[in-house]
């Protein structure tokens, strides 16, 4: 089973934010984007754009390499995700209680 990870980044202008998600998902390298508007993290009135993406541990450096190669200078967050695809959430077996 393939360990896959969820990484996140910045990046000014929702025409440049749009045209990175899409040649992310045109090279193959996320199975999902998810495109946020945020406050800038260094100007009170401005807003950038938040990339978050999954993709396989094997594909990370691949997608840092294609992120850094259009120029996207904030930093690349990665971080694992771990679910029990054998268990049952707990909504659906009552263990929240």
């Known amino acids: 089973m393939a360990e896959f990870f ?3 980044t910045l990046i000014e ?6 045209e990175l ?3 992310i998902l045109l090279a193959g390298l996320a199975t999902s984007i998810d495109i946020a508007e945020v406050p800038h993290p260094s100007a009170d009135d401005a ?4 990339l978050t993406l ?4 094997q594909q990370v450096p691949a997608l840092e390499r294609h992120m850094r190669s259009i120029g996207a200078r904030h ?4 971080e694992p995700i771990a679910h ?6 707990d909504w659906l077996t ?3 209680q």
């Open 94 to 96: 009552d263990d929240n």
């Open 47 to 50: 807003t950038t754009w938040q």
């Open 54 to 57: 999954v993709t396989t541990g």
């Open 84 to 89: 029990d695809f054998n268990g049952y959430p």
């Open 6 to 8: 969820e990484v996140r």
């Open 21 to 23: 998600a899409h040649g």
């Open 75 to 78: 930093p690349i967050d990665r």
């Open 13 to 18: 202008g929702h025409e440049a934010a749009a």
